[in-house]
């Protein structure tokens, strides 16, 4: 299987506790994105790399959360000192962007990792 | 900012039937992306269809087509001869034109498939 692919799947920490969560994006792709999903809403962005740099973060990424991809290639998200809002699917995505104005769109997400935050 | 409204949290259909899913959004932004992504249960989110702005032409992918209104700022979904395989929860997305392919999604539709 090629696609995108999220470690772990399901997430279940005590509150205060940090936690890691790991995405390899498709291998060609240089752009990669973290979205964050709560029951019943849509995916919220969070934060998305072009190869190794970070290029924008969300007002939604907490001091709490670090993003890294720090080869270009699979990216972590770490929570800090979690708490039960953080309780929620984290969807990572990845796409490859050859230059404008070549828009796709077309973002290929993985399965999730879900966290419970006790 | 832009938003993005799905107002149908729940729909049913019989296999073989025509369903429409409804969007509207809002931007201030005059060129952009629209998108339908489909969330099989526990399954990743695959795109749908996609529809560029300035195109007039309402994009059609097999059995999906796109009823894109760009002066109402609508956007609805119809799914023709409907499969079981088409039970998902569907969301609609905005992408601005600012290069940074950020999509703004929906709250979703929850579209089921009676056999």
């Known amino acids: 299987d090629t696609g995108v692919s999220q470690d772990p799947r399901h997430k279940i920490t005590k509150r205060g506790q940090n936690v890691t969560f790991r995405c390899d994006p498709i291998s060609e792709h240089n752009r990669l994105y973290w979205y964050r999903q709560t029951l019943g809403q849509g995916p919220e962005f969070l934060t998305y790399?072009?190869?190794?740099?970070?290029?924008?973060k969300s007002r939604l990424l907490s001091d709490r959360f670090s993003a890294e991809r720090p080869k270009g290639s699979f990216s972590t998200l770490e929570i800090q000192r979690t708490e039960q809002g953080d309780s929620a699917m984290y969807l990572c995505a990845s796409s490859l962007i050859f230059s404008r104005p070549v828009h796709t769109g077309e973002l290929f997400f993985g399965e999730g990792s879900r966290l419970t935050v006790l | 900012a832009q938003t993005v409204t799905q107002s149908q949290p729940e729909m049913s259909v019989q296999e073989a039937e025509t369903v429409t899913l409804s969007c509207t959004y809002d931007?201030?932004?005059?060129?952009?992306?629209l998108f339908w992504y489909k969330q099989p249960p526990s399954r990743q989110m695959i795109l749908v269809i996609r529809q560029e702005a300035y195109k007039q032409q309402n994009a059609t992918e097999n059995r999906f087509s796109v009823n894109f209104q760009k002066a109402a700022k609508s956007f609805s979904l119809k799914i023709s001869d409907s499969q079981l395989g088409d039970t998902a929860m569907y969301f609609c997305a905005f992408m601005n034109d600012f290069g940074n392919e950020k999509l703004t999604f929906g709250t979703g539709t929850r579209l089921t498939i009676i056999p």
């Open positions: 790399f072009q190869n190794e740099a970070q290029l924008e």
């Open positions: 931007t201030s932004e005059s060129n952009y992306y």
